[in-house]
Nanobody, 125 residues
Framework: QVQLVESGGGLVQAGGSLRLSCIYSGRASFSTYAMGWFRQAPGKERDIVAAIIWSGSSTRYADSVKGRFTISRDNAKNTVYLQMNSLKPEDTAVYYC?????????????????WGQGTQVTVSS
């Protein structure tokens, strides 16, 4: 049984920063999984924000967050992070972390097997 628990969301002014964390628990080693952060704004589809390979040596970002967000992981702590800087009102969404065994440009939402419950991020203008 895999469990993912996100934290770190909240209300922040435009231009501010937040760091999201997602703690993994499960029988398999955390380093077995590639990890992704997704977000879903009201009335919109859930979109990928960033992904990181099992070792942490490769990362991918949505164009909308490149240069502002950084995904990282600490396999010793079973945790993946999303550092979000220069936040904009359009970053407002529920943010989810997800775990899967695939990594790459063709990996979509459906290929992530496990999901957290989400954490709300609200950016005020």
């Amino acid at each position: 049984q895999v469990q993912l628990v996100e934290s770190g969301g909240g209300l922040v002014q435009a231009g501010g920063s937040l760091r999201l964390s997602c703690i993994y628990s499960g029988r398999a080693s955390f380093s077995t999984y590639a990890m992704g952060w997704f977000r879903q704004a009201p009335g919109k589809e859930r979109d990928i924000v960033a992904a990181i390979i099992w070792s942490g040596s490769s990362t991918r970002y949505a164009d909308s967050v490149k240069g502002r967000f950084t995904i990282s992981r600490d396999n010793a702590k079973n945790t993946v992070y999303l550092q979000m800087n220069s936040l904009k009102p359009e970053d407002t969404a529920v943010y989810y972390c997800a775990a899967g065994i695939y990594y790459g440009s063709s990996v979509g939402e459906s290929q992530y097997a496990y999901w957290g419950q989400g954490t709300q991020v609200t950016v005020s203008s």
